[in-house]
Every structure is written in structure tokens, then in C-alpha cells.
């Protein structure tokens, strides 16, 4: 069964250092997105992605953050300049078309800001 | 968004059928009903979403009153394996969807 991918599994960064946390979506997918979830905490929207640009941004996606599809298969999030409040686990989904809410989610990348 | 409104933690004996209430009183006519769960931390998992219909698949039952303002997931024979953080989202953006704390379902055995 076709899998939504994440690399790395655990990113450990100092304050301040610029992340890229990457996403293979499943290939027939067209849309796009990346929550994160603070320890304990539920998971948050960040943003979803459609035909090559953003289609909604949360208030948490500020300018420190952005997405890329470099190319067919890769999904993007950077983190410019990473805060410790920026620790959580990072979730990548993708959905195949607009009519059902079916995303399906990779396992997260686990990013440690100390 | 519609907001949605779930107990924090159920217990359910292996073996039995487990029933998760969600109540969604503030949910528009063209707004589905979304289950997802999370399994200690790892990517939420799609289970079943509805209208207005009550709707199966192999996962789960899903039961939506008539006036559409509550609902309930079955898991007709819980395992072990079905311990886990139960989200009932409501919505109709094709973008988003936005998490409450979901009800954490701890099955026994």
C-alpha cells in the first residue's frame, strides 16, 4: 500500500540554525500538507499546498517558514531560523483529490531546537 | 470550522465494541464528520467520515443522528491495538483540518 515518507525520522538543530524537513507524498496525490504537534499537545494546521502554491497558512506559519515541491515528488517545510518553540514532531500529509478529507500522513520528523 | 466536542478518555474491555460520542451541534448542512486517530505519536490515521448517512467500512461504523449535531464511532471488536487518541473533526475545507484534544481510548484486556 502506497505510504506517505519522512526524512529525517529526528532532527536535533541549534537556536537559530535553518531546518528543511522533507516529504515524499504518495505520487498520485495532489494536495499537500504539514502539522505539527507539540509533546502533549494536539496537532496543528501549518499549511496546505495545491498546484504548486500555498493554499492556506495557519497564524503559526509565519515568515520563518515555508514550503517547496523542488520537484515531482519531494514536499518541503523550512524553518529559517529555528526557536525552541519551534520543538515538536512534524507531520507531512497529502490527499488525492477535493472531495473527501482522506489525507494520509507520514510517520513525522521529530525536531529538537536546543 | 465546525467546533467539536468529545470526552477525554474512554475505557473499552478487547473483545467488545468500542462507542466514541462526539457532539457537533454547530455543524453547517454541507460540513462532513471526520474520524482520524493517533497511535502513540505516530502519523494520524484516517478511519471513515459521513454527511449525513451512516457509514461502514472495515475499520469502523459511523452513526450521525438525524439532526446531525452528534455522532458515534463503533469499533465493532476492539483490540488492543486500537488503544489510541480518537479525533472527531468537522469541517468542509478542502485544505485544513483543525484538531480538537480528541478522546484517548484505552482498551483492557
Known amino acids: 500500500e502506497p505510504e506517505v515518507t519522512q526524512t529525517p525520522s529526528h532532527q536535533v538543530t541549534q537556536m537559530g540554525q535553518e531546518v528543511i524537513l522533507r516529504c515524499v507524498p504518495i505520487s498520485n496525490h495532489l494536495y499537500f500538507y504539514w502539522y505539527r504537534q507539540i509533546l502533549g499537545q494536539k496537532v496543528e494546521f501549518l499549511v496546505s499546498?495545491?498546484?504548486?502554491?500555498?493554499?492556506?497558512k495557519s497564524e503559526i506559519f509565519d515568515d520563518q517558514f515555508s514550503v517547496e515541491r523542488p520537484d515531482g515528488s519531494n514536499f518541503t517545510l523550512k524553518i529559517r531560523s529555528t526557536k525552541l518553540e519551534d520543538s515538536a514532531m512534524y507531520f507531512c500529509?497529502?490527499?488525492?483529490?477535493?472531495?473527501?478529507?482522506?489525507?494520509?500522513f507520514g510517520p513525522g520528523t521529530r525536531l529538537t531546537v536546543t | 470550522d465546525a467546533k467539536t466536542t468529545q470526552p477525554p478518555s474512554m475505557d473499552c474491555a478487547e473483545g467488545r465494541a468500542a462507542n466514541l460520542p462526539c457532539n457537533h451541534s454547530t455543524i453547517s448542512g454541507n460540513e462532513y464528520v471526520y474520524w482520524y486517530r493517533q497511535i502513540h505519536s505516530q502519523g494520524p490515521q484516517y478511519i471513515i467520515h459521513?454527511?449525513?448517512?451512516?457509514e461502514t467500512n472495515e475499520m469502523a461504523s459511523l452513526i450521525i443522528t438525524e439532526d446531525r449535531k452528534s455522532s458515534t464511532l463503533i469499533l465493532p471488536h476492539a483490540t488492543l491495538r486500537d488503544t489510541a487518541v480518537y479525533y472527531c473533526?468537522?469541517?468542509?475545507?478542502?485544505?485544513?483540518?483543525?484538531w480538537g484534544a480528541g478522546t484517548k481510548l484505552i482498551i483492557k484486556p
Open positions: 500529509a497529502s490527499m488525492q483529490r477535493e472531495v473527501t478529507y482522506e489525507q494520509y
Open positions: 499546498f495545491y498546484n504548486n502554491e500555498i493554499s492556506e
Open positions: 473533526i468537522g469541517g468542509d475545507s478542502n485544505y485544513q483540518l483543525i
Open positions: 459521513g454527511l449525513k448517512n451512516n
